[in-house]
């Protein structure tokens, strides 16, 4: 008999991209050296060396893998389709497409520059699958197709909705095949992650953010009800997690590779119910030489769970993000956040510093009763009574896959239809107490308020009398205070050295004459880091005043004062006070709006009978 012929061998390329989102004036936010790692990348990632090893699609076929984040990177459009066409093109067996885009962890800000990178692809003829929060979040609390994924499935791209593990193999078979579905949900099947694929990048895109820092999630979601929270409704209110032996794989397979500095994206580890057998691990894993460090989120309450912090700590733990979110009683009990609770605020913030870990604090402004002044007197009890050492700043926003959101399309309530908005940073709804002018200023003098430079000093003071080295304070301050500040950026938007690229500009907009362009991007980059280096010059002056202070580790004050019982008491009393004046605030806006409504009524049914 004849011999038979060997089957041809095939390539099939994937390409991983994580979008970038469009500042103010329309071009892509992209840097040098990003701050923040996208886990949703490294999950991605992880998945796709573990269908290669396992021969998913073949023994015949070999998996080439191209990953981008955007925020560190100029997405070269041009060689991403000619390889695509080259996979296609050069295949010797049957024939096929040539690979799949995935455009992964796109959030809803973020959605408007997908659609663009995703028309490009499809326009070349390559086939494009989008996934992550908003196609998520829209599916699992929208009624039907909303508009913004249909143009997605008008362009003929596919949809992911839900979680990767355990159905990513069949997302590719098709993919290979070209039969790729038009939506695949699979959010009713959240995959266990009890020995699950673990995320992963390669060294070489690590150093393309600062630190040479990966990530991981050691669990996903969170049992709390916030209404602004998208989370719940798309990881789930039930917590799954990863094991310790899951975790010290990771760590050893990074830390081979020089990695060892990680931001754990569990959006509450707090909650994750292997949280001590981890720590316990990482700190063995300390001990053997492995220096692990690393920034957690927990919630407000994490410090009445039985040697969290500490162990926390010897795990490695450096930073710490708190959903502080506000102090208003009335205000947490609007987002049902009802698990903060004010009086125990400082004894949380005081716990983590008795352990030499910087905090980091959300603080959420825009609700129902807010007004400037409310807000200017809210952070100024947070500057007096609270020992946290970082305020992010940012406006309450109807994320699209949060119960707020939802809420406000079954009313029909305007909601901004720009989705790039939706970064924290801008208005995007109807305050019933200010309108989107004076939210927005409020927001911008907000950052001002809070970060004077009497509050940088006194940060300075309370880390040297609790032995934190205050150059991690300055640090800090930089990226949090100066990006917002001279950028105009969310800090978590932000990294090292603003590229824009001209060419890379929102297709609503024109593009700008070259002459005007770069003169114009010179200026700006030259103006923006002439004020953060006076900025950072009068940090640095003031930090060598206070180290070289000997009576700076005496330093005491409101915020590192132990709480009392009688000062409970009084805090509690204050607090109920302010919950009193902001429902009686609230209920004279809601009457506000019911007479505006009724005029608007009788205006229109005058015009009507006219």
């Not at 061998?9 to 390409?15: D, G, N, P, S, Y």
Request: glycine share 6%; proline share 5%.
């Amino acid at each position: 008999m004849p011999a038979q012929p060997a089957t041809a061998k095939r390539t099939f390329h994937v390409t991983l991209i994580k979008p970038s989102h469009y500042d103010k004036d329309g071009y892509v936010i992209q840097w040098w050296k990003a701050w923040i790692p996208s886990n949703s990348l490294a999950a991605l990632y992880g998945l796709l060396l573990d269908v290669q090893e396992r021969k998913v699609l073949g023994e015949n076929v070999d998996i080439e893998i191209d990953a981008y984040d955007e925020m560190n990177v100029v997405l070269p459009f041009k060689q991403i389709i000619a390889r695509h066409k080259a996979a296609a093109k050069g295949q010797s067996g049957p024939g096929g497409p040539g690979g799949l885009v995935c455009l992964v962890g796109v959030q809803s800000n973020q959605y408007p520059r997908a659609l663009h990178i995703a028309r490009q692809f499809r326009d070349a003829g390559l086939q494009v699958a989008i996934g992550g929060f908003h196609v998520s979040g829209c599916i699992s609390m929208l009624p039907g197709i909303h508009e913004s994924l249909q143009e997605a499935l008008d362009m003929g791209c596919s949809l992911y909705a839900g979680e990767a593990e355990e159905h990513f193999d069949r997302v590719l078979t098709d993919a290979m095949a070209g039969e790729l579905e038009p939506i695949y949900n699979t959010m009713a099947n959240l995959p266990d992650l009890q020995g699950a694929v673990t995320p992963f990048l390669p060294e070489r895109m690590v150093r393309r953010y600062d630190g040479l820092i990966s990530s991981f999630d050691a669990g996903r979601g969170c049992p709390f009800q916030c209404s602004f929270c998208t989370i719940i409704n798309v990881q789930g209110r039930k917590s799954r997690y990863r094991s310790a032996d899951d975790i010290e794989r990771l760590i050893r397979a990074n830390h081979a590779q020089g990695i060892t500095h990680y931001f754990i994206t569990d959006d509450n580890f707090a909650r994750n119910k292997n949280w001590e057998s981890i720590f316990d691990r990482m700190a063995e894993l300390r001990a053997e030489g492995i220096d692990i460090r690393f920034l957690i989120q927990v919630d407000a309450l994490c410090h009445k769970i039985p040697n969290f912090i500490e162990k926390a700590r010897a795990a490695g733990c450096k930073h710490a993000f708190v959903g502080l979110e506000n102090i208003n009683p009335a205000n947490l009990k609007e987002m049902k956040k009802n698990q903060n609770k004010i009086t125990e605020y400082r004894k949380m913030f005081q716990a983590w510093r008795a352990q030499g870990v910087i905090t980091y604090a959300g603080f959420i402004m825009g609700m129902p009763a807010d007004t400037p002044e409310t807000v200017k007197r809210d952070l100024e009890i947070v500057q007096r009574e609270i020992p946290v050492d970082i305020l992010e700043l940012s406006i309450l926003t109807p994320l699209p896959g949060s119960e707020d959101h939802q809420t406000l399309y079954k009313k029909g309530v305007w909601m901004d239809p720009d989705l790039n908005k939706y970064d924290l940073e801008c208005v995007t709804f109807e305050h019933p107490l200010m309108s989107a002018e004076e939210l927005q200023q409020a927001y911008w003098d907000a950052w001002d308020t809070y970060y004077t430079i009497e509050h940088a000093e006194t940060l300075m003071r309370r880390a040297i009398a609790d032995g934190i080295k205050p150059v991690r304070i300055w640090q800090n301050l930089l990226q949090v205070y100066g990006a917002m500040r001279f950028e105009r950026l969310h800090p978590q938007q932000c990294g090292y050295f603003r590229r824009r690229v001209r060419d890379q500009r929102r297709p609503e907009f024109p593009r700008e004459n070259a002459l005007i362009f770069y003169p114009k991007n010179v200026l700006r980059t030259l103006r923006n880091y002439w004020g953060m280096g006076v900025y950072a010059w009068k940090l640095h002056r003031m930090r060598r005043r206070l180290e070289a202070d000997p009576a700076a580790k005496d330093y005491m004050d409101l915020a590192l004062t132990p709480v009392t019982t009688a000062e409970d008491e009084d805090l509690e009393m204050f607090h109920l006070n302010q919950e009193a004046e902001a429902a009686v605030a609230k209920a004279k806006a809601e009457a506000e709006a019911r007479a505006r409504h009724a005029a608007k009524r009788a205006a229109e049914e005058v015009s009507a009978a006219e």
